[in-house]
């Protein structure tokens, strides 16, 4: 519990606005919950959230340490009143969260402190107790992949350090299969195949580049894909990453001449582009361990797969993913 004062520079502005200012980690619909159940009082007493404070009132808040922090990226989560998270599957190691598309993963992303997926699952994971920051010492819930701003699909996070260890280990000896469904302009040809070539990225430009040969400092890069649908000039095709560059599908279907619909940055827009964010999505997960996983061997052969893909039945009306698959 702690205990403030108020003085002559505080007086005379309501309850709700000071407790705002003085604990600004703490959300404001979670500032009226303590309101309501009298763990914030005036001078001992319940107050309402439009109370008008007085000189010498003494405010009583109590409420977890953790709000008293100074803001800041690693406590973004306690500006989170109500997680929102759409989750595939979840055990006392890991999650898995079907990201939408147009919320960053981290912060350094653009967005703002407590907008983050990171933020929501680590509010989710301290809202049901199963994180305790004050009794760890270093250790925070912490994302094992990433997927782009405006790119939706599943993301891996890790409860525990011994869970993310491994799992960042897995990803690194590409021991888990990434699969995405995507809408290109035209149809490939051949419909099914295999995207080779050479991708460097420009850091400044903030996008990458594909060339049939080796140039200096560009990795090389290599997506399966089968097409699934054909319709009205757009094929719904599936990707499967077998090297993880940055914006691989994007720049090598365009560089195959089949830029993904509403993509701006690496195709030209047309009047089919509408959409607020390309159609790409990291739709399924396999793990495919083939050295010990430890604590995380019990994932080895399972398969995860988001419920609806928005673009795919909007564009060529299948309801269901595993319709358009078989």
């Known amino acids: 519990m702690k205990e403030f004062t108020i003085g002559q520079n505080d007086a005379g502005q309501r309850l709700d606005r000071f ?36 000189v010498n009132d003494v405010i009583q808040m109590y409420i977890n340490d953790e709000f008293f922090d100074t803001p800041k990226e690693e406590n973004a989560y306690l500006t989170v009143a109500v997680p929102k998270l759409s989750l595939v599957y979840e055990d006392e190691n890991i999650l898995l969260v079907d990201k939408k598309p147009g919320q960053a993963v981290h912060p350094h992303d653009g967005a703002e402190y407590g907008k983050t997926l990171i933020d929501h699952i680590q509010a989710y994971l301290y809202a049901k107790g199963e994180w305790k920051p004050r009794r760890e010492n270093a250790f925070a819930p912490a994302l094992c992949n990433r997927i782009d701003r405006n790119t939706g699909g599943i993301v891996i996070a890790a409860k525990n350090a011994e869970a993310l260890r491994i799992m960042n280990q897995k990803i690194k000896d590409r021991e888990l299969e ?51 649908q054909v319709k009205n000039g757009l094929s719904l095709v599936e990707c499967e990453l077998l090297t993880g560059r940055t914006h691989q599908i994007r720049a090598q279907f365009s560089h195959a001449g089949h830029p993904l619909l509403g993509d701006g940055k690496y195709g030209k827009l047309s009047k089919e582009d509408t959409r607020k964010y390309q159609a790409l999505y990291s739709y399924k997960l396999h793990f495919a361990f083939t050295t010990d996983a430890g604590a995380l061997s019990y994932l080895n052969g399972k398969t995860f797969t988001v419920e609806k893909v928005d673009f795919q039945e909007e564009y060529f009306g299948a309801k269901k993913i595993e319709t358009v698959l078989k």
């Open 19 to 54: 407790i705002a200012k003085t604990v600004p980690l703490l959300p404001a619909s979670l500032s009226q919950k303590y309101i309501r159940l009298k763990r914030i009082k005036i001078n001992g007493k319940r107050a309402e959230r439009d109370t008008r404070l007085a």
């Open 178 to 228: 990434k699969y995405y469904l995507a809408v290109i302009h035209g149809q490939m040809k051949p419909k099914n195949g295999l995207l080779k070539g050479y991708i460097f990225k420009d850091a400044k430009q903030n996008r990458v580049y594909v060339t049939d040969t080796p140039q200096k400092g560009a990795k090389t890069s290599e997506t399966k894909y089968r097409t699934l």
